[in-house]
T-cell receptor, first 116, second 111 residues
Framework: NAGVMQNPRHLVRRRGQEARLRCSPM?????VYWYRQLPEEGLKFMVY????????ESGMPKERFSAEFPKEGPSILRIQQVVRGDSAAYFC??????????????FGPGTRLTVL | EDQVTQSPEALRLQEGESSSLNCSYT??????LFWYRQDPGKGPEFLFT???AGEEKEKERLKATLTKKESFLHITAPKPEDSATYLC????????????FGSGTRLSIRP
C-alpha cells in the first residue's frame, strides 16, 4: 500500500536550467497539492489540482512555475530558469475524492531542490 | 488573513517530562485543524484532525485539544523517539484546498 511518491528525492540544477518534480498520489486519491518549504520556514501552499484541472493556484509564483496533473501519469511541478532562491524542499500531498470535510492531506517524502 | 502561530519555537525536555505545545490560529470559519509530525528530511506525517471547539483526540502519548482560538498538543511522559518538529495547520471553510501551516515546534527529548 504505497503512500504518496515523489521523485527525484534530490535534484541539483544550475541557474537558468529547468526543474521537473513528479508526484504520484496515494491509490484512490485524485486531489494533489504542492507545498514549498524554505529552510527554517513553514510549509507554504502553492497549488491544488484535480485530474486535468488546476483548482487553486493562489500560492504559485506568477512566473517560471507551472503545474499539471494529466489524466494519466503523475502530477508535475515545473520550474523554468531556476534561481538560487528556488532552493527548497517541495512536498506533494494527496487526498481522496469526495472526502468528507475537512480534507486530510497525506504527504510524500519531498524533493529537495538545490540550485547552484 | 488566515494565520497560524506556534509556540514555543523549540522545546527541550527530559524523557518522562510532560509538556504542551501551543497553536494559536485566526481563520475565517474553521473547517478543520490538523496536527502533523515531521522528522528531519521527511514529509509531514498526519497525526490528528480536530473539527470543533471542545474536541479532543488521543494517540499513544499525544493528546490534541481545540478551543475557538487555539489548540494544544499535550505530550505525556515523552520518549526520545518523540523528538521531531510538530506542525499545526488550519483549513478554512472558504477554501476547499489549501492548508495554512504554522512554523512548527522543534521538540527534543533527552534520554
Amino acid at each position: 500500500n504505497a503512500g504518496v511518491m515523489q521523485n527525484p528525492r534530490h535534484l541539483v540544477r544550475r541557474r537558468g536550467q529547468e526543474a521537473r518534480l513528479r508526484c504520484s498520489p496515494m491509490k484512490g486519491h485524485s486531489h494533489v497539492y504542492w507545498y514549498r518549504q524554505l529552510p527554517e520556514e513553514g510549509l507554504k501552499f502553492m497549488v491544488y489540482l484535480q485530474k486535468e484541472n488546476i483548482i487553486d493556484e493562489s500560492g504559485m509564483p506568477k512566473e517560471r512555475f507551472s503545474a499539471e496533473f494529466p489524466k494519466e501519469g503523475p502530477s508535475i511541478l515545473r520550474i523554468q530558469q531556476v534561481v538560487r532562491g528556488d532552493s527548497a524542499a517541495y512536498f506533494c500531498a494527496s487526498s481522496p475524492a469526495l472526502a468528507p470535510p475537512p480534507d486530510e492531506q497525506f504527504f510524500g517524502p519531498g524533493t529537495r531542490l538545490t540550485v547552484l | 488573513e488566515d494565520q497560524v502561530t506556534q509556540s514555543p519555537e523549540a522545546l527541550r525536555l527530559q524523557e518522562g517530562e510532560s509538556s504542551s505545545l501551543n497553536c494559536s490560529y485566526t481563520v475565517s470559519g474553521l473547517r478543520g485543524l490538523f496536527w502533523y509530525r515531521q522528522d528531519p528530511g521527511k514529509g509531514p506525517e498526519f497525526l490528528f484532525t480536530l473539527y470543533s471547539a471542545g474536541e479532543e483526540k488521543e494517540k499513544e502519548r499525544l493528546k490534541a485539544t481545540l478551543t475557538k482560538k487555539e489548540s494544544f498538543l499535550h505530550i505525556t511522559a515523552p520518549k526520545p523517539e518523540d523528538s521531531a518538529t510538530y506542525l499545526c495547520a488550519v483549513q478554512a471553510r472558504s477554501s476547499a484546498s489549501k492548508i495554512i501551516f504554522g512554523s512548527g515546534t522543534r521538540l527534543s527529548i533527552r534520554p
